[in-house]
């Protein structure tokens, strides 16, 4: 009996098998069933489960299901929008994606000499339809936005979801809260393929999807709780140029996210990113199912957010009357982002990072332009809040309050990295202010983040900082424990801010800078090197362990972690292929945790989920760049090391 | 008297002091009249000329000088059809091109407080027509192509131009050949920025082209040689929406590359590329006169050259039946390339990175896919032809000679780096063959050069290989003296083949690799570093000196250099912004010389440059990426060391 023929003989008495096999994880670390799967990987191509993020435990089959002409997603609870919405998201693209699956023959392989040929069609099995479910009976009027925008703690559980496509009958996807759906939904997506007609030479069955099923119900909120049918497959196109189809059936997914802060970080100061191009990062961070948007929203730059209660600083601080953000535009990327599992962390950063404030509001900035830049600031141009003066404070107050009424997650960002100690001390106004109030600039920097950050606390938000402001400027009694750090400079600082007591976002650029290794961008002969270099590749972020040099008990203070992208040689000409796929290794590093119970995870046990990915984003338009020859995403385990 | 009314003061003497100064550079280096000018950069943004290549001399005014309604091109010569094109292009370009200026008012300075405005309109001046014209009658029937394809020391005096841009009546272009007026149009073209109607306050006059004037002559050739119009700048849309304007005339333009070899290559072998995003790279390739492209047509991991004498090689080596090249395909990229100013150079890499072969004719190909793969390949899968078999011989010959009927340049490549030793001391064939002839390995090398090189010849074409076939392969008497080697490893390997008397191409790793610095690609557990890292910036390349090391005598041995793209990470969806702009700042140091006098050139004083091209290419829908952030951009020399 060859392999082959000894795997689809097992796959009969897989399903048994599975259920016992499968069991709750309640720890953020992964059990062990996927590492089972991982060894079937290296040692043929059968029964891959190229899922990314991995779930957390999972059984395959190798029987290939093809989806049927006439598949239906089902429920039995009345649908609010977002829901109803991210079906008929999924009807869509398992109608119209068009990915085929990664081999030298595409696929064809799962068609020819199929055992399970049985009457005379190479699709012998078809899945008739998805059926959803929730545990809990209160979620089910909830809307998703209403679980993004919980604590980060508090999101693994309502993110986690069991699905199960059994070799006959409908599937089912379980979920305690619809966030949970939406992630199911997501995978169950991955697990098909598209294999054209044309590229089989016993031209598989071709599944029609009549015009006729495109038109989804108008289901009226709380209405009937009768099984209802929400589009169909064909709610895009029919599929008439191939066939649809998941070549390891059964499946028997039981996922949850190990962390509750997945997130990607874009700068759209430095450079100007449209609201399309941002819905379009949503989309794909929703794919791989990161869940936050950390947006650093201004900068020293450019000033993107037009404010109805500060006019002034978009009007004089942004590129073009073109390149701002609304308050329009921003809530609709908030609940764009929220129907697809993700909350948008608003940051605006200060009192560093702000000297574009100048160009409306010159007497709230330090050293505007003052030259030589080096001695001002980081990078040109430089300028920063007079955060000693009263006046300041109360400005960037009304800023924050203007801010924050578009905020509909518990966090807010403020920033407080690289403030220039030069620039504030021959600045006339500051000094004067330091004199008056016998303050140190580290006492005056104290006094405006107590000020400011009450402000976010009156609105019930929790406050996010970057690592300066609880390492570098003395005891700062205005950080309450609470406040939550972005661990930024190097990977090694996250110790000495968790013996400080917070909460860290894992960030740093050792690891996660997406932007490392463009070269230096400012002009000089010859040119200067990028100050994170090396380029991070995806392999370096997949090798980084959230638990390195931390505790048992302080375990539970990282948050999770983030691939930044700082914009000074991004804009939308190359954003996508700065971004993708590699901030999918972050996400699948952050939801799936540890795997066998420890860190690292296996770069070359992930390179063909992350092919996979990859080559799925761009089936959707994503322009994320190639790991490696087209040849070895054909060839999983051929171009690795040692092979 | 400001500095601003002084220089439109001198502005108004320019035209006649240009005349004097001007003179023709025989040499390959640059004289000193741009410096003159880069001064004045440097004082203020007056008189900034932001063609790139910057020309070899040239003069700017300080008056703004608007494109006319009824503008057109004219010549007093019959047009081929390839200089009919490239006048409509032009046409087209100066119609439908939206780049802005590069300030923070994007050009807007020069419209308001015009001292030229007096006729209550914002444009005082308008240019009516440009004039082309040839120096010599025998040239005036010859196709571009034919000069495209001369030897490389040729090239130069062929693509010289000079360019007449006054006050007022027509501009003047003058060229020895049509590929001259190529270059020179290209130059115009590059004059002009658009100011957007609603981004003035006061509204510049709009510049209506009737519709009626789209429609460009059909002209006989060799019919009347009476001055004809080669369609208006009107030919594709209207321009309604603002004013086509260039800030600095009158210009005076005198031009001549340094060298004759400024090359992209592209490896269209690791990944694919479709035919239209290589002509997409030569019509950008075209915009900063770059004038080869080595196309790597073939290697180990994928074979898409579809040759008629030859179809199972792309049949069984392609990716995909439509990841290939067709004779047709690649006659159209030649022709293509040809009519904007660029020679293909085509190689097929012998007998290295020839694995793909083994898919059709295994018998040709020693240790394919042979395990490990870094004891038989620099990278997988490991795989080279049997050299020292006549068979293989006569292969190789054969698909010379078919690939060889394509070409029309003096040049074909042959490749001949990276031979793995121990892949065909391991093989038995190889074995046999040299014990039969009592040869070494390099000793099977020079006599398989010896027979494909004389293919190669008898075609009348020179051959071009990689720096080990000099280096690194004892005497190798098979390889002529005429045979060009490009440089590789290192920049510093140039001498060794300099003193063999070899022509030599200036495309070393550490300065003119696109693709380094992008990370290791190979998989392994925390990844692997690029082995040319860091990221080779533009300022970087720049910053290259094509005669370090090199004796006077040696100098007209050097032809040039190039930027090359390895696609192991790169294909479609990040091709463009790998390539640009950098290869634009090769595309400078190679056709400008030393400037004045010697290298190094300053990237300081071509950041503006590279920041227009850059612009100038996104606006035609080139992703070329941001070098700098966009407040940079706008304020030349602010973002640089020392600033």
Redesign the interface.
Known sequence: MSRQNLWTAISLFLPLVTTCILLFSSSTTASTSPLTHNENIKSSTSGRLDVLPIPTQYSTGHTVLCLSSTFEITTSFPLLPDLKDAIERTNQHLSSDRHQYLSPT?GLEFFNNNNNNNNNSNCAIHLPSLHLDLTSSSDKVKPILSYVTLPSEDRPESESYTLSVPLSGPAKLVGKTPLGLLRGLTTFEHLFYHLPTSSSSSQPTVLARPDSLSQSQQLPLGSTNSEQVVGTGSSAQTDLDGTTYAPFAPYEIEDKPAFGWRAVLLDTS???FSVPSILKMLDTMAMVKLNVFHWHITDS??WPLDLSTHPELAQAGA??PSDIYSEADIRHIIQYAGDRGIDVMLEIDTPGHTAIIAESHPELIACYQA????RNAH???PGQLRFADPAVAEFVNGLFTSTLGLVSGPYFGTGGDEINENCMLQDEQTAQALERNAWTLDDALDDFTAKTHATIRQQGKTPVVWQEMVLDHGEMPSLGKDTIVSIWVNSADARRVLDKGHRIIQAAGDYFYLDC??????????????WC????????M??FDPYKDVSDEQKKLVLGGQASLW?????E??F??VLWPRAAAVAELFWTGAGQGSY?R???EA?PRMHDVRYRM?DRGV??????????ALRP???????
Chains 1, 2 share one sequence.
């Open positions: 595409r430095r450079n100007y730059n450019s590129y073009s030259s030589p830049w080096q990078q040109p141009p290794g463009q070269g230096g961008w400012i002009g000089q002969e010859g040119g200067g090197n990028s270099d090396p380029f991070k590749t995806w392999m370096r997949y090798s914009a000074e040689q991004t804009d000409t190359n996508e292929q690292p296996s770069a070359i390179l761009v322009n994320a760049v190639p790991l490696q020859p087209h040849w070895c385990g051929v171009c690795v090391m040692g092979a």
